[in-house]
């Protein structure tokens, strides 16, 4: 007996051991429960959501990208597979045998031979276990079960992208699509796009006796978009010489406008805009490490770095300390940039063999769980400032600090904005790199503040701030060589971005354990590092 108690005990242990050999604190299937409820209460009476998964991606040949999940669709369900469809309605609806239910989540089908050779499904079983679904199927019986989408007022989906390949077997992302648009009757091209709809709009919404301010409109919309251009109803309206014609004209424009189909691609992007821009506080516990993980990695290479790296190398460091916290991915294509290709916004090439003393700007983020960070610091790679670096370092970080004071609920979120830009143009202007602090210039290219979530520019509405949002805060200084300055300030290329949570009591820096300020950067540079004594075999 006492051997079989030890026995069952060694056993118990190898069994909840092994489950604990896999990740444990994803959302919760109640989060996404609670998700699609808030949804479900938005759509109006006798309407339907369908919501696809993403699909998989062709890297090259035969090799596959590794599958990541589309932000909504992981958002609504929690489900991390490709080929899968969620489906909810309105109201109750009842099946052949008389149960109701009012949303189906469609799933990949266990396969054996498939499981084999790229990991285990969860299948129906899994879905309604796992995942908290009443009402679960197969993905073919998506294709199957003949839904009736025309019966409904509004079928709610987001744009379809048609990015995917047709795969073998009648349940992928392709076929479910293809599927659903002969069904639902959809036709692409019913949907003006945003900028014709614009000038629809103003042209519909104008009077009459005002139609010289829509032209002007126009004129000036034709100057950057030239579909415009070749649009029969515009060039009408702008060549009409009499308010008679252009009365008709007008009501043929207005009729454009009203939608001829019952599927609308605004209100699941609009809804789910405003739900995920405010984080509940499941949301924040994880997206806080991502975080915290990017902020660690910053501080690891700014101890590491030395003259005779690559780029490459610091990338890996970040990376190696995101996948030691066991953060799953990054949350976008990891940016290292030594010299002037710091001064390059998105470089991703991250090819430079050498770094040299040059200053490198790194802007890289964790994603965990789903949610992702993204955090840019910029560090000399010797160690030590240069005079010239310095001063535009210090400009950058004080206009940071401008712009973060005003993370406060109720504030514009155009705000920081507009208080970084003021700082830097002043701080330009004193360093003579511009004439005036009115000056137009190209080194400051970009806004300064984005949401981040399940995707690192999370979708919003950027409006006013809010309680639990949170919002990154990056200004930026570009001087790329060549500039129209001071040869000194050529080839820099810096900054310095913080994910801000905002809270009733002031904003909260989450990234703050990376240090910012120069002499802190310094300090921590001058920290000897784990990787100092690692060192590989030499392979020329």
């Known amino acids: 007996m006492k051997y079989l108690k030890i026995l069952l005990i060694t056993c118990l242990t190898f069994v909840l051991n092994g489950f604990s050999q ?30 696809f998964a993403n699909p998989v991606r062709n890297r090259a040949n035969d090799v596959d990208y590794v599958f990541h999940q589309d932000p909504n669709f992981y958002y609504l369900t929690g489900y991390r597979e490709p080929n899968a469809v969620l489906v909810m ?40 276990r796992e995942l908290g679904f009443k009402t679960a199927m197969n993905a073919e019986d998506f294709v199957k079960l003949n839904i009736d989408f025309k019966k409904f007022d509004k079928v709610f989906i987001e744009k379809f992208n048609d990015d995917y390949r047709d795969l073998s077997g009648s349940a992928d992302i392709f076929n479910l699509v293809k599927d ?24 519909a919404n104008t009077p009459i006796e005002s139609s010289a301010n829509v032209i002007q409109i126009i004129n000036q919309v034709e100057g950057r978009f030239e579909e415009i251009k ?11 010489n009499t308010d008679v014609l252009k009365k008709d004209i007008k009501q043929k424009i207005t009729l454009a406008l009203k939608p001829k189909t019952n599927i609308d691609i605004t209100f699941l992007t609009s809804n789910l805009a405003t739900m995920r821009e405010v984080k509940t506080a499941e949301e924040l516990k994880l997206l806080t ?55 390059i916004l998105h ?63 109720g504030t514009n979120m155009q705000a920081p904005n507009l208080a970084a830009i003021k700082v830097i143009n002043e701080g330009l202007f004193k360093l003579g790199i511009i004439k005036s602090a009115d000056e137009k210039h190209p080194y400051l290219p970009h806004g300064t503040s984005h949401h981040i979530g399940l995707d690192v520019h999370d979708p919003g509405n950027y409006g006013n701030f809010e309680e639990n949002m ?14 129209n300055c001071d040869k000194k300030y050529w080839g820099i290329g810096i900054r310095i971005e913080d994910d801000i949570l905002i809270t009733k ?35 020329d």
Not at 531 to 538: A, E, I, R, S, Y
């Open 22 to 51: 896999t990740p444990t604190d994803y959302l919760t299937k109640d989060f996404h429960k609670n998700r699609r409820e808030i949804l479900r209460a938005k759509m109006p009476t006798n309407s339907i959501i369908v919501v």
């Open 289 to 343: 490490k991502a975080v915290r993980i990017s902020a660690i990695g910053q501080i690891e290479v700014m101890k590491a770095m030395k003259p005779h790296m690559s780029e490459t190398e610091l990338q890996g460091i970040h990376e190696f300390v995101y996948k030691k916290y066991g953060a799953e991915y990054e949350g976008y294509p990891s940016i290292v940039g030594a010299g002037n290709n710091g001064c």
């Open 180 to 203: 659903f648009k002969i069904k639902a009757g959809y036709d692409p091209n019913i949907y003006l796009s945003r900028v014709k709809e614009y000038v629809y709009n103003n042209i």
């Open 89 to 128: 309605f309105s109201d109750n609806q009842t099946d052949k045998n008389g149960n109701l239910f009012n949303e189906i989540l469609y799933v990949q089908k266990r396969d054996k031979r498939a499981e084999q050779w790229n990991g285990k499904r969860l299948g129906v079983e899994g879905a309604i």
């Open 230 to 240: 070749d649009d029969k109803l515009i060039k009408e309206y702008k060549t009409a």
């Open 505 to 539: 009591n002031g904003p909260v820096n989450l990234s703050e354990e990376a240090p910012r300020t120069s002499e802190e950067i310094e300090k921590m540079m001058a920290k000897k590092s784990v990787l100092d004594d690692f060192v590989l075999p030499n392979l």
């Open 470 to 483: 949170v919002v990154t805060m990056e200004p930026g200084i570009y001087i790329p060589d060549g500039s």
């Open 347 to 409: 470089y991703i090439e991250n090819n430079k063999t050498k770094i040299g003393n040059d200053l490198v700007l790194m802007d890289l983020g964790a994603e965990y769980r789903g949610y992702t960070a993204d955090v840019t610091r910029t560090i000399p790679a010797s160690g030590k400032f240069t005079t010239a670096q310095k001063e535009i370092y210090d400009l950058v970080y004080e206009a940071q600090e401008a712009g973060i004071t005003l993370y406060k609920i």
